[in-house]
């Protein structure tokens, strides 16, 4: 069974920082792209950064503020804040792009989530 756990969410006043990271675990074939979306009370999920080889993507509001990184080596994907700010309070969830066979399509799967609370 695919699972994906993320972890380091928590509450920080404004200007502080986090690292989450999410792990992949169970038996699967290759990992394509990872990245972190955000839902905040109210709104809909959006995207915040993905790594996909060696290219990122960043949503405008956190780019130059967030990095994400990968370690293929532990199936983890990184997301370093900085200057976090209260707008950046939000349930952050992790995904992946992946194949679990050889033959087998590529899905989405996700994390539970974990929790940012930033406090002004």
């Known amino acids: 069974q695919v699972q994906l756990v993320e972890s380091g969410g928590g509450l920080v006043q404004a200007g502080g920082s986090l690292r989450l990271s999410c792990v992949v675990s169970?038996?699967?074939?290759?990992?394509?792209?990872m990245g972190w979306y955000r839902q905040a009370p109210g709104k809909q999920r959006e995207l915040v950064a993905t790594?996909?080889?060696?290219?990122?993507k960043y949503a405008a509001s956190v780019k130059g503020r967030f990095t994400i990184s990968r370690d293929n080596a532990k199936n983890t994907v990184y997301l370093q804040m900085n200057s976090l700010e209260p707008e950046d309070t939000a349930g952050y969830y992790c995904?992946?792009?992946?194949?679990?066979?050889?033959?087998?399509?590529?899905?989405?799967?996700w994390g539970q989530g974990t929790q940012v609370t930033v406090s002004s």
């Open positions: 790594i996909t080889g060696g290219s990122t």
């Open positions: 995904n992946a792009k992946l194949r679990l066979t050889l033959w087998g399509a590529q899905n989405d799967y």
């Open positions: 169970g038996s699967i074939f290759s990992i394509n792209g």
